[in-house]
Every structure is written in C-alpha cells, then in structure tokens.
T-cell receptor
Framework: DSGVTQTPKHLITATGQRVTLRCSPRSGDLSVYWYQQSLDQGLQFLIQYYNGEERAKGNILERFSAQQFPDLHSELNLSSLELGDSALYFC??????????FGSGTRLTVV | SQQGEEDPQALSIQEGENATMNCSYKTSINNLQWYRQNSGRGLVHLILIRSNEREKHSGRLRVTLDTSKKSSSLLITASRAADTASYFCATDEGGGADGLTFGKGTHLIIQP
C-alpha cells in the first residue's frame, strides 16, 4: 500500500457518459497530480492541485476537470466520454522525503 | 509531451543476467527518477538521482546520470523473474509544478 488511495479500481461506461475518479493523497501531502496512461500517448501529466488550488495544467482536455477538497482528497471528472478516453488514470501525491507516491490507478474502459 | 525516451523499448534476458536500460531527456532537471510498473498496475518508485549526483545504488539497482549528455541508465544486476515489468524514467524540473515527465518505458522480460 503506497498510501495513495484511488477509487474505483475499474470503471466501464458508455460513450457520452460522465465519471468521477477519486484520489486520497498520502497523509500529510498537500499536492495531488493526475496522470493518464494510454497505449499511444504513454504517461501524460493532466493537472496538479496544491492545498485546494489548481497549480499546473498539462495535457488535460476541456471535457475533463478536477478539484481538491479541504480534506485534500481530489476528484477527476471526465465528461462526454469518448472511446479514446479509455486509459489508466493515476494520481500521485507529493511530499518528503523524495516526492511522488503513486496510487494503483483507475482503469477506465469506455465502450 | 514526452521528455524521456527509454532505450531499448523492450528487452528480454535470462534470469541471472544484468539488464541495462537507458533514458534520454531534453531539458534541465532537478532530479531524475526511475519507476517500475507491473502489467497495468501502479507505478512503484525505485530510485531518485539528483542533478548534482552521477551515480546511485540501491540494492541490485544502479543508476547513473550524465547531465552533459542529458542521459541516465538503470542497471539491474542478477535479474530475477520477478523483475519482469515496464521501467520508466521520469524527470522532475523542480518546483513541483507540472509534475513528472515520463518516457515511454522499457518492457523488461526475465526468462527463467
């Protein structure tokens, strides 16, 4: 157990739908990062939150959004889903001693 | 965008042999990290090397960093079947923003 919890582990949904992925960071870590891993694009940074505020944006589609709540857990919302959104979505939290700790991911399948 | 490029893309060796994977990157970095991923599962942090370090060891792992060539290598000695996984290098430009930039990974297969 890395200390970063992601739910659900698997998600199957239809095109056009909306889903919410949840991440609880390691205790004490204020930063949460979201990544998407797909076969063709590899691991892509999506967005970062720090203590409730958006800090950086990467290759995140406009159909996707995220937020971090006062208890520091974060949610990634994916809407108007397309087949190409099928991927593994990871969150990571960042803190001492060396930085990043990744969750086990949510596997999203859009059918 | 991908910064790190691992080489080779795939590597198959016999158990007990050493495995070497290379990574090249493009920008200045604060540190470089190596991760392992077992088939479709989470990323496990292996080792971090800072930009002012040239070599680092952790158990059977040895990482080198050449900032002048913008390259790093990961050596796994005395490989085991359990080492079969994908290995990714990731660069951290520092400051925490933008997270890590990952390469596409090397898929390592250890044959018993």
């Amino acid at each position: 157990d890395s200390g970063v919890t992601q739910t659900p582990k698997h998600l199957i949904t239809a095109t056009g739908q909306r889903v919410t992925l949840r991440c609880s960071p390691r205790s004490g870590d204020l930063s949460v990062y979201w990544y998407q891993q797909s076969l063709d694009q590899g691991l892509q940074f999506l967005i970062q939150y720090y203590n409730g505020e958006e800090r950086a944006k990467g290759n995140i589609l406009e159909r996707f959004s995220a937020q971090q709540f006062p208890d520091l857990h974060s949610e990634l919302n994916l809407s108007s889903l397309e087949l190409g959104d099928s991927a593994l979505y990871f969150c990571a939290s960042r803190g001492p001693p060396y930085g990043y700790t990744f969750g086990s991911g949510t596997r999203l399948t859009v059918v | 965008s991908q910064q790190g490029e691992e080489d080779p893309q795939a590597l198959s060796i016999q158990e007990g042999e050493n495995a070497t994977m290379n990574c090249s990157y493009k920008t200045s970095i604060n540190n470089l990290q190596w991760y392992r991923q077992n088939s479709g599962r989470g990323l496990v942090h292996l080792i971090l090397i800072r930009s002012n370090e040239r070599e680092k060891h952790s158990g059977r792992l040895r990482v080198t960093l050449d900032t002048s060539k913008k390259s790093s290598s990961l050596l796994i000695t005395a490989s085991r079947a359990a080492d079969t996984a994908s290995y990714f290098c990731a660069t951290d430009e520092g400051g925490g923003a933008d997270g890590l930039t990952f390469g596409k990974g090397t898929h390592l297969i250890i044959q018993p």
